[in-house]
């Protein structure tokens, strides 16, 4: 098995650049704080370099902006090659699905949510306090009851 769930902030506004197929591919990072803290009672922050293809790279590259939130699930890959006769290792964090860790409201007024896809990895709505919205619901129309 191979997975990798992050939570972190972006480090910078991603990077993206489309392939030959035209298939968007985003670049950005995270930075990602450690569970414990050392012994000058900070937080030691690890950074990651992440990838996304397709949907998920033109959701990053829509709705992610340098300081935002964000969570994501993906996959460590190896992405060895050949450079002056020596082969150089390297791993790389793919993002298979991303979504923000925290409200608009949170992030300080952050990115432009008004036009989000709903579902999946997008953002909700939320009533300023961290809660979603919900309509006048009886139990008529709840889910779960």
Not at 40 to 49: A, I, K, L, S
Not at 112 to 122: E, Q
């Amino acid at each position: 098995m191979n997975k990798v769930i992050l939570m972190g902030r972006l480090t910078k506004d991603p990077e993206i650049r489309y392939g030959n197929d035209n298939r968007p591919v985003a670049r950005y990072s995270i930075a990602v704080d450690r569970r414990y803290k050392d012994q000058n009672g900070n937080y030691p922050t690890d950074f990651f370099n992440l990838t996304s293809f397709g949907k998920t790279a033109e959701f990053v590259e829509r709705y992610l902006r340098k300081g935002t939130k964000i969570v994501i699930d993906g996959e460590i890959r190896n992405n060895n090659y050949e450079k002056d006769g020596k082969t150089v290792y390297q791993d790389q964090i793919v993002a298979n699905s991303v979504e923000f860790a925290e409200s608009k409201n949170a992030q300080g007024g952050g990115g432009d949510y008004s036009n989000a896809p709903t579902g999946g990895n997008a953002p909700t709505a939320d009533a300023g306090d961290g809660f979603n919205a919900i309509d006048d619901a009886t139990e008529d129309n709840l889910p779960f009851v």
